[in-house]
């Protein structure tokens, strides 16, 4: 099964009218973007929702492994929320595969703030398909 990518993604679709237009690029073999959260994108007042956080660590993995050329979906993630992500504060989120075994992609993914704390990570493993 081929994926088809049409520019709609919510995470890093530059054709979706309310996505988060991500835009990855290669560090090493981190797979990184940068995302500052707007007041839309909250949960709690100036705290970031952590769907939004979750939907930036799952988009790195999953774009890091469609970029080497894999047709993946996530089929676990993992997450561990470890302090707010504000409101107005330009995050980094980096991806990276860990490991890799017949039809699954172990991957690893953070964010940062703009101090370079964790504000979140997760471990996924992507399918095959």
């Known amino acids: 099964m081929d994926i088809v990518y049409e520019g709609q993604c919510f995470a890093c679709g530059a ?3 309310i996505g988060l237009k991500l835009k990855f ?4 073999e981190s797979y990184v973007a940068r995302f500052t959260p707007k007041p839309e994108h909250q949960g709690y007042d100036n ?3 952590g769907g939004i956080l979750s939907t930036l660590l799952d988009e790195a993995m999953a774009k890091l492994v469609w970029a080497k050329g894999i ?3 996530t089929g676990t993630l993992n997450i561990r929320f470890r302090r707010p992500a504000l409101v107005g ?3 980094t989120v980096s991806g990276c595969i860990t ?3 017949h039809r699954i992609i172990d991957c690893r993914a953070e964010i940062k703030n703009p101090a ?3 504000v979140a990570e997760a471990d996924g493993r992507m399918v095959k398909i």
Do not use: D, M, Q, R
């Open 15 to 17: 054709k979706n009218p």
């Open 25 to 28: 690029e290669f560090e090493g």
């Open 47 to 49: 705290i970031t929702h």
């Open 71 to 73: 047709n993946a979906v």
């Open 89 to 91: 504060e330009e995050l």
């Open 99 to 101: 490991g890799k075994a």
């Open 116 to 118: 370079g704390k964790i």
